[in-house]
């Protein structure tokens, strides 16, 4: 089984060296108490707990998974106690308002501690994780009184939260949801329907889960116009926060799933269950979103935790592993066989794998910047801000989220490969990260949807290409700063101009082609995701490449020079390797509906 080590020299790379997170820190208000000291100690205590406590846990919840006994859902063994050192621990209240029982720090070291928890065991990072969300829909769309009642034991994990959305009849197409809400006489709803597919929906962890449940009011309009939002506790929850009387909210059963075994992803059923409102009647689905972008980001880090997870393992291994001699003579000539990783083919591989992961690590902590400045805002008051930044935010959403998890999928069937029939057998554990990442690709919205998304919305509709201009002027500028020196960063930083400007032009001409036909959207939106995911990486791993040349050039990096020239070669190998894929998604963006929409719906199936 893959035992996870916390990356901690590429992540206080990031941190202290590329993105000045101790500058960042200062300038925000809740950021004050985040100082360096504080920020190490609080990384190192949690590749500790990752290290010893989950990652040893990660194959026991894959191949017990969670169960059904006595009409309780029981989680795998040792996930409870785990749990309990999660809250010991103080971990959820990291990054939320000290108001309800928070640490008040950044939220982008909460981003940063998830993506060491979901590396070393994706399946119970879900049960606090999907609470985060739960949790910010709270504080800014929810009364006070729901605010007092819930926030706190949400915030210390005493509860754990989720998101209904999904029913049997739909997924994305939020407009058909049938669950009901009718009003009671003392303020509060009745909720009725069945919910799919939720994830942490039903456990053992702790004694309450409240539920942010999509429903319709009996004068809701028809489609996404008509829905609302509402919280729905498993248990009744006291005026003092104290826990009363079972709810109406029932698990139906478990999904059978490919994946994530060690999660309960429920069939909960609402029959009549006492819900508040949350927001305005007919709102639901703005304020859902700040559940979904939230979700979505976190989803994001999935991708880049199955990658480095993949990628350690299939390092270790192609070290260890011997087989054939290396095509340009001996490497080990003692030895029966050369390693695996003389191998070029495996080194292209491993070389994916750890682009990805790196690479990918990078676009989130500078999405975890944004999340901080927006989050601040938010809590802060200041609206004007909050848009501004949530918008910023909104662009990057859905290429972290649609891009990452492609890639991380891609890594993780590249651990399989490495490892050949090894990888396909349980022992070994490469074949659980494999099925794990699968699901990424399509909860939160998949990869078609993220596209839509992306380029629909928030490109042709949202800003009529802004949103990909101002990003692209940072492309260029970073770019430009580098263009005249010599060697793989000069070269890089020379690509990266011509990324800016293909990006823009891309963009143009899917604008012109849209405005007459509007299947350019759907036939485009997935390969135009993935040119903006490649290139959006390319400007970090250029980034990355820059930072580690000049401390290795100043001599500061001196101590940590193997550290920074393994940076250099592996933005290399981006650029020269992976970089290329995105001139032939552009290709097919740019080869419109034709070929897609001609043929019959009944000619699919002919033979």
């Not at 702790?206 to 609302?228: E, F, K, M, Q």
């Not at 485009?524 to 993935?530: E, I, K, N, P, R």
Request: a neutral charge; aromatic letters at 8%; charged letters at 20%.
């Amino acid at each position: 089984m893959v035992a996870y080590r916390a990356p901690m020299r590429d992540i206080r790379f990031l941190m202290n060296e590329v993105f000045d997170y101790a500058g960042h820190y200062r300038s925000l208000p809740p950021g004050e108490d985040a100082t360096p000291d504080v920020v190490d100690a609080i990384l190192e205590a949690a590749a500790t707990y990752c290290e010893d406590v989950l990652s040893p846990l990660n194959a026991i919840g894959d191949q017990q998974g969670c169960r059904v006994q006595e009409g309780k859902v029981i989680t795998p063994d040792g996930f409870k106690e785990a749990y309990a050192q999660f809250v010991a621990g103080g971990w959820q209240s990291l990054s939320f308002p000290t108001a309800y029982g928070g640490q008040g720090l950044p939220m982008s070291l909460n981003l940063i501690k998830s993506e060491m928890m979901g590396t070393a065991n994706w399946a119970f990072n879900m049960y606090p994780g999907l609470s985060i969300g739960c949790i910010n829909t709270l504080l800014q769309y929810g009364s006070d009184t729901l605010k007092q009642q819930y926030l706190p034991s949400l915030i210390s994990g005493a509860w754990t939260g989720t998101m209904c959305l999904t029913e049997p009849q739909c997924g994305s197409d939020l407009g058909q949801i049938k669950t009901q809400a009718q009003p009671l006489p003392d303020g509060h709803y009745a909720i009725t329907g069945t919910k799919i597919f939720i994830s942490s929906g039903e456990h053992d962890l702790t004694d309450n889960i409240v539920h942010i449940v999509l429903a319709r009011l009996p004068d809701a309009p028809a489609g996404t116009r008509g829905i609302s939002l509402f919280a729905v506790p498993k248990r009744m929850v006291n005026p003092d926060g104290t826990l009363g009387a079972h709810n109406h909210v029932h698990c139906g059963s478990l999904e059978h799933k490919m994946g994530i075994h060690g999660n309960a992803t429920a069939v909960l059923n609402f029959e009549g269950a006492v819900g508040t409102l949350i927001a305005q009647p007919h709102h639901g689905l703005e304020a859902m979103f700040t559940f979904m972008n939230t979700a979505r980001i976190g989803t994001a880090i999935q991708g880049v935790a199955h990658a480095e997870l993949s990628f350690q393992g299939a390092v270790r291994y192609a070290q260890e592993r011997r087989s054939m001699r290396s095509l340009s003579g001996k490497k080990e000539p003692d030895q029966v066989a050369d390693a695996l990783i003389w191998h070029a083919d495996v080194r292209r591989m491993l070389l994916t794998q750890k682009a990805i992961a790196e690479g990918g690590r990078a676009m989130i902590y500078s999405a975890a910047q944004l999340a901080d400045r927006m989050f601040t805002a938010a809590w802060s008051g200041d609206q004007a801000a909050y848009e501004a930044h949530d918008s910023t935010l909104g662009f990057f959403t859905p290429i972290l989220k649609g891009f990452l998890t492609e890639m991380g999928l891609e890594a993780a069937n590249l651990g399989m490969q490495v490892f050949g029939g090894h990888g396909y057998i349980r022992e070994h554990g490469m074949e659980q990260i494999a099925r794990d990442a699968r699901i990424a690709t399509l909860y939160e919205g998949t990869t078609g949807i993220q596209a839509l998304d992306l380029l629909g919305r928030k490109v042709l509709l949202g800003s009529r290409g802004r949103c990909v201009r101002e990003f692209t002027a940072q492309m260029w500028t970073l770019g430009r700063s580098g263009a005249f020196q010599r060697g793989p960063v000069g070269r890089m930083s020379r690509t990266l101009m011509r990324c800016a400007w293909q990006w823009n032009w891309l963009t143009t001409r899917l604008m012109l082609k849209a405005s007459r036909d509007r299947d350019v959207v759907g036939a485009a939106g997935v390969d135009y995701l993935m040119v903006g995911g490649y290139m959006m990486m390319a400007h970090f791993w250029c980034q990355q490449a820059r930072c580690a040349q000049d401390l290795l050039r100043s001599g500061k990096g001196a101590e940590s020079a193997a550290f920074y020239t393994a940076k250099l070669q592996t933005a290399e190998f981006y650029f020269e390797h992976l970089l290329p894929r995105a001139q032939a998604h552009a290709r097919s963006a740019l080869a419109g509906p034709h070929a897609l929409m001609q043929m019959r719906n009944d000619q699919f199936l002919l033979s």
